[in-house]
């Protein structure tokens, strides 16, 4: 039963555009989000994240909507540059304080076209 | 240089062995984290630990097991138990705050 789901596994977006990541949860205790970026064959890094108490966090060319009451969530990167192709994983803390590990979505291929 | 290392990059075994995947961090973290990824799909929660010489199962417990004898490291042992254990094994660390970091990854391949 997945809790975090992100149900397009790619999209494609030209440079210069606004890529809109999306991500759905089922679990109404879920309090804090997160959103990691992959490389093939590294490890996730953080990218950005947000607590169920804001509906927007911004960092540079990210932002994080989260709309609670719809318990959906999205990524938009604008502009979109060559180097943020790569797999994008939405992930939410069950547990509250962040010690119990994460529950992550299968992720979102991200394709810049030049 | 602060950081997560995982090492080997990659790891070769024959069914029936068990292995080692190794993990260290230097980021003074208290907290420790196991996950893999199989291709197509999220990254899954194996074990963790909070704290020294404590450990929790996480959602794919079985087949694994983990030791915290040091703050510093968390070794997982992948069992001749484990009935699918090629896949992308991803170490991670965090503090009281809610993000963790993640090694570069230990691609298990078992044939």
């Known amino acids: 039963d997945q809790q975090v789901k992100q149900n397009s596994p790619s999209l494609s977006v030209q440079e210069g555009r606004i890529s809109i990541l999306n991500c759905d949860y089922t679990n109404s205790m879920f309090d804090y989000f997160l959103w990691y970026k992959k490389y093939p064959a590294e490890g996730p890094t953080f990218l950005i994240s947000i607590s169920s108490i804001k509906d927007k966090n911004e960092d540079g060319r990210f932002t994080v909507f989260l709309n609670k009451s719809a318990k959906h969530l999205s990524l938009h990167i604008v502009p979109s540059q060559p180097g943020d192709s790569a797999v994008y994983f939405c992930a939410a803390d069950p547990s509250g304080g962040g010690a119990d590990g994460l529950t992550f979505g299968k992720g979102t291929h991200l394709i810049i076209q030049p | 240089d602060g950081g997560i290392t995982q090492s080997p990059k990659y790891l070769f075994r024959k069914e029936g062995q068990n292995v080692t995947l190794s993990c260290e961090q230097n980021l003074n973290h208290d907290a420790m984290y196991w996950y893999r990824q199989d291709p197509g799909q999220g990254l899954r929660l194996i074990y963790y630990s909070q704290i020294v010489n404590d450990f929790q199962k996480g959602d794919i417990a079985e087949g694994y097991s983990v030791s915290r004898e040091k703050k510093e490291s968390f070794p997982l042992t992948v069992t001749s138990a484990q009935k699918n254990p090629t896949a992308f094994y991803l170490c991670?660390?965090?503090?009281?705050?809610?993000?963790?970091?993640f090694g570069p990854g230990t691609r298990l391949t078992v044939t």
């Open positions: 991670a660390s965090g503090t009281s705050g809610y993000e963790q970091y």
